[in-house]
């Protein structure tokens, strides 16, 4: 099924926040945290974070596009365990790119999980007109 959900967490002085348990028991012990787009981070379980290493590998290093999304990604990214509060520690650069600093919402988006700040969630899932969403539906066939 994959992950889904929507979490509300507090990031603690040290930058740990917990992880459901829901997320942990598909997640496992040790996984990756990345950079994400929308100014969030990715989450992602081992095997599916080296399906996607893999893809990004497979990118043409002459072309320069192709350079800058594999840094953006790879770069980013860290290895994280949870410790026995079922907290992980988010390193400071990747709370700084996702403006992370008290309030954290995690989401479950299928493959991976996203991590936002609260009130940037909040704001970008504002659907204010859920017609156009049906409209997005429609044009994917669903």
Not at 12 to 40: H, Y
Not at 54 to 69: A, D, F, Q, V
Not at 76 to 85: F, I, L, R, S
């Amino acid at each position: 099924m994959g992950f889904i959900g929507e979490y509300n967490h507090t990031v603690d002085a040290k930058g740990r926040v917990i992880v459901p348990s829901r997320f942990r028991d598909q997640l496992g012990d040790e996984f990756v945290v990345t950079k994400g787009l929308d100014n969030c981070l990715y989450v992602y379980e081992n095997s599916e974070w080296e399906k996607f290493a893999e893809k990004l590998s497979n990118l043409s290093i002459t072309n320069p596009g192709s350079r800058k999304i594999t840094r953006f990604f790879l770069a980013g990214a860290t290895t994280c365990e949870v410790d026995k509060q079922g907290r992980i520690l988010l390193p400071a650069v990747l709370r700084e790119f996702a403006h992370i600093d008290k309030d954290a919402v995690l989401i479950g988006n299928g493959r991976h999980i996203e991590i936002w700040d609260k009130e940037e969630w909040a704001e970008y899932s504002n659907y204010d007109d859920v017609n156009e969403i049906a409209a997005g539906l429609e044009g994917l066939g669903i």
